[in-house]
């Protein structure tokens, strides 16, 4: 019982804090960040501050993410032993050999064999606590579960409004006709050497998704985009080159968010 308490308890701590800081800081710096084009379209230099702070969010929020999807994962690894186990129990339960043998009645009949009374109290005690275990268990997981899809909707809303101030300022950076504050801006948003979190210099690399499979990734532009500045998409190519599944497009992301997000998207969606 204990040990089954301990685990809801630990996962409810840490999503609890997730999700208070999801709707105590993130989402309040995220309409903050909205609200600075209420009006019209910031300057350069807070463009690019804008974008800065909008990828550190989306950061923290990736992060949660695969939190979250780590307590999801631990469920579905719980699961198939405790269906098995409850199996067990019940075929333990419906055990046909007798707990006594004998002849019967007459000159030479008699008991042969017989279970005691304590092997059996021992085996029903036993076969009680297990039950006990089980059925704690499985009361965790379902608050586990709620708990988890409780802060799935904090995520999206977060994830949404950061959405729609990225495309405020995709619009906005489209309005830029200085070519030399365009080109000063992109540099400083897109710098050559940002290729994510690993440090590889290059944007071609591995990762080995959940399934188990090997996806080559890497940022391409988003050549269908009607905008003057292209926006990136990071892909997930298989064995042979061919692009099994595309992240979200994006001019403010930078390259280790549209990474995380693809890396995301693979162990979720792809079998």
Not at 87 to 113: C, E, H, R, S, Y
Request: proline share 5%; net charge neutral.
């Amino acid at each position: 019982m204990a040990i089954s308490s301990q685990l809801s308890n630990i996962v409810s701590t840490r999503v609890g804090t997730l999700q208070g800081e999801l709707e105590a800081r993130i989402q309040t710096e995220a309409f903050k960040l909205l609200s600075k084009f209420a009006n019209e379209c910031p300057v350069k230099d807070k463009l690019i501050e804008i974008i800065q702070i909008r990828n550190n969010l989306l950061k923290v929020v990736n992060n949660t993410q695969k939190t979250v999807n780590k307590f999801s994962n631990l469920v579905n690894s719980l699961k198939p032993p405790i269906t098995a186990a409850n199996l067990l129990i019940g075929l333990l339960k419906a055990n046909p050999i007798p707990v006594a043998i004998g002849t019967p009645p007459g000159p030479g009949g008699g008991l042969i064999l017989a279970k005691t009374t304590g092997y059996l109290t021992s085996q029903a005690d036993r076969l009680a606590k297990v039950t006990s275990l089980l059925e704690s268990l499985e009361n965790d997981i379902k608050a586990i579960e709620s708990l988890i899809s409780s802060v799935t909707p904090s995520l999206n809303n977060v994830k949404s409004i950061l959405e729609t101030v990225n495309l405020s300022v995709e619009g906005c950076v489209d309005s830029v006709n200085n070519a030399e504050d365009l080109a000063d801006l992109l540099n400083q948003v897109r710098p050559l050497e940002n290729t994510g979190s690993e440090g590889i210099p290059s944007l071609d690399f591995k990762y080995q998704g959940a399934n188990g499979k090997i996806y080559n990734l890497a940022i391409i532009n988003d050549n269908n985009s009607g905008t003057t500045v292209k926006r990136r998409i990071a892909v997930a190519k298989d064995n042979i080159g061919v692009i099994v599944l595309r992240g979200q497009p994006s001019f403010s992301s930078d390259t280790q968010v549209l990474l995380d997000e693809i890396k995301f998207r693979i162990d979720n969606q792809l079998p």
